[in-house]
């Protein structure tokens, strides 16, 4: 089945410890999207790719970057985390953007400590 | 910016009792969309209303888009523990690829 995949599903990082989370998708969607989640929160929306364009957040902060290499796969490297970017790290796609159905994968729940 | 705002923010009823969250933007949106998240899970998709006053139903659930296109409801009939989530709406925002996740109302079924 066509999906979106996440890697690894929980990460443990040292406070400071450069961390990568991974997605993949093979819906073979133009957009990608990564969103940060906290208990009882909304999904907060950090950047996303519409192919190779990149489009940061004004509030997303310079820690966090990404890489798009290529359209399946998509990155979030936290450069030095600290203990508020503990939370649930959500990517999703969608064919091409915000009149269609963003799809999610499973998440990678991030603990920093 | 753009605000999404829902209430409640919290709901809690009886297995069999109807339930209803309500989703109010501060611009007129293009679309609305509704997700559900299971405790410990990922936004799911459930549906999207473009029109003005639509109204589309998924089985005991009932979505409405607002005359303005400013507010959305979904209302469910008869709870099962199976609609126990967080159900949040989401709208369009900034640019055309973007989507701005309401505050959710996260509802729990009591058998």
């Known amino acids: 089945d066509a999906m979106v995949i996440q890697n690894p599903r929980y990460q443990v990082t040292q406070f400071g410890k450069p961390v990568t989370l991974s997605c993949s998708q093979t819906?073979?969607?133009?957009?990608m999207y990564w969103y940060q989640q906290k208990s009882s929160q909304a999904p907060k929306l950090l950047f996303h790719?519409?192919?190779?364009?990149?489009?940061n957040e004004a509030d997303t902060p310079d820690n966090f970057q990404s890489r798009r290499p290529n359209t399946s796969f998509c990155f979030l490297d936290i450069r030095s985390p600290g203990l508020g970017d503990a939370a649930m790290y959500l990517c999703?796609?969608?064919?091409?953007?915000?009149?269609?159905?963003?799809?999610f994968g499973p998440g990678t729940r991030l603990l920093v400590l | 910016g753009q605000q999404v705002m829902q209430i409640p923010q919290y709901q809690h009823v009886q297995e069999g009792e109807d339930f209803t969250t309500y989703c109010n933007s501060s611009?007129?949106?293009?679309?609305i969309q509704w997700y559900k998240q299971r405790p410990g899970g990922h936004p799911v998709f459930l549906i999207q209303?473009?029109?003005?006053?639509e109204v589309k139903k998924q089985k005991r659930l009932t979505f409405q888009f607002g005359e303005a296109k400013k507010n959305s409801s979904l209302h469910i009939t008869a709870t099962q523990t199976t609609d126990v989530g967080t159900y949040f709406c989401?709208?369009?925002?900034?640019?055309?690829?973007?989507?701005?996740f309401g505050s959710g109302t996260q509802l729990t079924v009591l058998p």
């Open positions: 999703a796609t969608s064919r091409k953007g915000a009149f269609e159905t963003q799809y």
């Open positions: 819906l073979n969607h133009n957009v």
């Open positions: 790719y519409y192919d190779k364009d990149f489009n």
């Open positions: 611009t007129t949106l293009s679309n």
């Open positions: 209303l473009v029109k003005s006053g």
């Open positions: 989401a709208g369009p925002a900034g640019s055309a690829r973007q989507l701005t």
